[in-house]
């Protein structure tokens, strides 16, 4: 089992999620997060809104789902297809990590491997 | 003139100013949670512009000499506007232009909800100006001038339905036309924050009063009626929508009674000075059923309303203005055989329907054109939200790195 | 009739109607996140079912006929209410009506708060009708209607500290009995939204002066005496719980304050007439220590009443209404040695009491057993939270996936 | 006593309290998170203790006697304030005392802007009785009292521009001197709510009716043109700092927006008497561009004035308070070739903040070495945030765990 | 060391984390999150209130805790103790997914290894 | 490529990226959580504020970083000097967990290895 954790611009949310489904995925979640990598930030107002400073971390959305191995290309993929901007992407697009998950149990039935996914 | 009278003009205008925050909340709920202060600051910025700009020439052309289309130019800078009045008359002619201010400052307000989450902030500020001179102002002297034409045929406009509510809604249908469908929602949004959405409606409930009572322009009997079937009429909307909303899905939507309710309070706005309590709940109970049912079909619409004004304020509006014919009282109703109010409701609804739509999509199509402005965000901003885009603000900040 | 006075009680009909919405904050704030469109529907759905049924047929059942127990059917549908009145009345009958109408939407309200979290939402909506039909119009005629027998034995309620707050109180006992308590909270919770508190805090401490001052049903001394004391004991509830607070854990809870505030509120609104600014600081400190008190130790109680009512509105109602007897001025007071008006406040008490909590008891068993309706949601829905499982809408949406 | 008159007087009275709770908004949403319940509770404890103290003694020192710099003890308890006044009076003195009270409430809220994330609740309780009694009665007596040397010298502050901002935000600077910067945000934060800071504004747009037409002490021509400069004024203020937020920066700041309102609502408060409406606009813009010009360059101060009440207040309201010179109608003002008073408004502001400024240093000095008091929080408390270490409460609760 | 990482229900939260520490954990951390798997969504409102639309993601709560790896089975056990509904378990009584976790530092001691848990 | 979680008292977010930046950082992400470790909760009002509750969890914030192999130690020593409590550290100052992550992919590029980072 692999563990995909896809961090894209919130707005990109529902179509990697439907790509997501469409990839055969069965479960998923989210997380609301700030992040920061080569796009580094936008101006915002402090105080009582006449000065500005450059927060460097961004609103982004964490989607992580746990897959068996074999569907690992094809889920990034699809991730990868549904969170890239339009033209050839843009800074801010986003980055999919992949990394090992050992096992997993369904709580309801206790049941582990694959099947619990 | 009257300390009684004075007394209840100054709250109702203060209650009708406060309306306006009221609507940013409600607005400001419904919208994504990425658009609220930009939701929220398209009716702050309505306080800003219209408050100055009336009083420089709006309740002039508005309210200037008499004539049947337009105003002139007599109260320019609210000259001649006079604080004071004699000891036999009730209130003073500043007080009602202050009064009618927060209408002005109100109405364009209604119609941001149109175009939420994706207009051009730098253009509302110049469209603010231009449609409450182009627009605004003739209508209300239509209604309300010395003179003006549907006040003469007899229709019967108490607190602004026409004025204000069919008034904005035909615009906001004008708007959401030529700004566009917001991308990427094809099931609707869910309000992201529903106790705003009540707050606000709460707000508006409240301000309404003098919406409404403030009408009689007076502290009398006309004013007490005019308070009861103002809370009756949006008690009954909200009433009709849960009940609605229960049949059909066995949940009671909270953003559901809120809308009823500010559906009643549009509907009862022209109403008010003419129909009694029972019919009042008629009123409301009208405006329920028909903005409810608008507002389930409307995504058959070609246009995205986002917020609804045409289901809330237009339906509202124009089933307040031919509710009233039906359900006034004093023998000039149509229940009691009287049909004279509703045809000159008719005219009134169906001129301000055609002159605002119309008036409104030049102004925009011509604003479209104009350099530097245009109508729309950038798709990326509007991706965004336009929170970050055109205010640098987030609505809310959370995160650790705070 | 009178245009300054017509000009107060119109706002102070207004200030009245806006304190539910403050409540609905008020409590919406105490509860779970996932309760808090439930907590504020309660309350906005008061507005809307006695908005409608008070004009019907509650201002009759009240207020009509000459009658020790009940009122009759003489106003049905607000028939000869009259909005207007005659050059010598200070005020006619319908704001009268209107400003009562006020305090029959709040009281069913603020019973919600004993149940909140857990109780079924369509009952809800039947309760409300019944109870305010069986249980509160008769109370409101015993005090205030022509005839009435608790006012006919010389008790004073000012403002409704027996018709509004310790019905409500009794009220949410039996329904916090039946309602049985909520699932797996072992050690109370924590207010999910602190502001909105403040915020419901704030709104009912400014509609407050209507509740109070208006009850004047003038402009005039009274009415402006009843300000200045609904100020004092709020201010006094305040720092009385602020203060315990501070002496018993080294720290101050917002909501504390905030509850501090609405105990003394409670308190002064039997004695708003009666009592001075110096006995108005001994109603607000009593208050104060009682409610906090019994808010401290009430976990010993073997019901769940989730956000205190009984101790606030219970006990700072019976408070208040002793406190009027005691600090009262002019000579009727037992500072001044007088006991008819402790003895008869007494009685009043007692028997509302007694009658809101077995009416209630037996209305909410009756609800309990009518198929299809029931008093309490599936073990599911209330740990899901009301929100999803009775109106279909998250308070605050914020994840990525909107 | 006139009715009309009185009910202004106490609807404006209600409308001034509901400005602390505003007050409370704004402030609380431009802090972090983490701070929010704290600084709600600073304004909403002066609700409470003033509340109080008013009454006992304040009303008394400010207000009692005939005398240059200080009232005296004749009204002690609010002994001999009479409700009630004689048919051909416009308003008892209780009702006037109660309108006071609601100004000595929000200016001492003011000043907490200024050490907002750090100042030790305890001691800011017992600051705000000292701080009342020994600064703000005073300066009251100076410009209102009888025979006060402020209104003697002929300067004009009609609703309280020296009296409650210029003090207030003297005040402010002594204590975010003593108090000293807050921890670790070199760049300034973002406000965590902006909702809330609009919110805020709204209340204090809508209850600033009260606080300036209510200074009328009068349902007349005079309220109703201090109404409608009000509006003015807050409307220009807003759209300058939107202009010039836009043109220096491409984007709207809604809590610029907010904040240029409150300064257009500071700048007019000593004028809205004397001004008329293309007055008001000039109040309006030069507030508007001065105070962006002192928030936008303050950091360059010495001291954290954390949400800058010495811009908006104390620039201002001393721009109010020459402005009012300048503007005035009548033949009075600098406008007018009349520089008499220029001179004497500017000798009131120099006062005031000459002794706003030192009482209140040594006040904050003294307590800072009071055992058990002092004026700062921990680090580790500052750190974490107030709400938890002061008031045992985090402002949103949103886990899984609760 | 492993890394436990269980999605349950909301209000199973109390549960889970008394579960939790009376078997032995030493520390943990939870994130609010959304998420979808067997479970498929509700009938929310959407715009004014008067048309619905299902969500697929429901509210969830991420129960992490890093443990030693003799902990592992009796850690599962207590999570779906905890978690699991009265009777059978419903859908959507969560997962609980297992990985590898190869070092943990305290900060205020610089300890690492299982004495730093 | 390792991934480093480190939680960390809110107020020191700031100065442990400025730190992560300094190491060589390219990139990160926050969360906000609620966690318990030694730490044992404050006090906390329940109801209507008359009485208290001791709250186990505590608000951190979760900063999570993927850095090439041969940053670890230095990624690690800048973490725990801007986290560490001045004085000997203070309980509550965090931890830091690292484990093994497998790939990385940007999404506008689709590059993946240490290069995506
Ligand atoms: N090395 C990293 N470790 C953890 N999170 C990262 C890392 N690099 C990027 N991210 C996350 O991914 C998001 C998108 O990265 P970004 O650099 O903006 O994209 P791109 O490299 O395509 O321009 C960032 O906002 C941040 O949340
Ligand atoms: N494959 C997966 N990857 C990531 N998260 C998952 C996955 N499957 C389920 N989840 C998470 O676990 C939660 C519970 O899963 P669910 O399928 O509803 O339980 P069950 O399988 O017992 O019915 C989901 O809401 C989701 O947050
Ligand atoms: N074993 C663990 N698993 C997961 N998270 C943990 C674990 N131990 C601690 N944490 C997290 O780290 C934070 C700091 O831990 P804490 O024990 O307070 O620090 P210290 O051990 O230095 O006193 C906790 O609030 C919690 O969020």
Partial sequence: ?117 | MDTGTTAWLLTSSALVLFMTPGLAFFYGGLVRGKNVVNTIMLSFMAMAVVGVAWIVWGYSLAFGGANEFIGNFDFIGFRDVDANAGPDAGYSSMIVAIFQMMFAIITPALITGAVAERFKFKTYLVFLLIWMTVVYAPIAHWVWGDGGWIGGIGASDFAGGTVVHINAAMAAVAAAILVGKRRGIPNGIEAHNVPYVVLGAGILWFGWFGFNAGSALAADGVAVNAFLVTNTAAAMGALTWVLLSYLTTGKASAVGAASGAVAGLVAITPAAGDVGAMGSLGVGLGAGILTWLVVKYRHKLMFDDALDVFAIHGIGGIWGALATAIFAVGGIGVIDGEFGLLWANFRAVAATIGYSFVMTFVILKVLDYVPGLGLRVEETEEDGGLDIAEHGERGYVGDGAD
């Fill in chain 1, 1 to 117: 089992m692999i563990k995909i954790e896809a961090i894209v611009r919130p707005e990109r949310v529902n179509l990697v999620i439907a790509a997501l489904e469409d990839a055969g995925c069965t479960g998923y979640h989210l997380f609301n997060i700030t992040g920061a990598g080569q796009q580094r930030g936008v101006e915002v107002f402090t105080g009582r809104g006449a000065g500005t400073v450059v927060r460097t971390a961004l609103p982004k959305t964490l989607i992580s789902t746990v897959i068996p191995d074999d569907m690992k290309d094809s889920v990034i993929e699809a991730i990868v297809g549904a969170a890239r901007s339009a033209g050839d992407g843009a800074i801010g697009d986003g980055k999919i990590f992949i990394s090992k998950m050992d096992e997993v149990v369904r709580v309801r039935t206790g049941e582990s491997g694959d099947i619990a996914l």
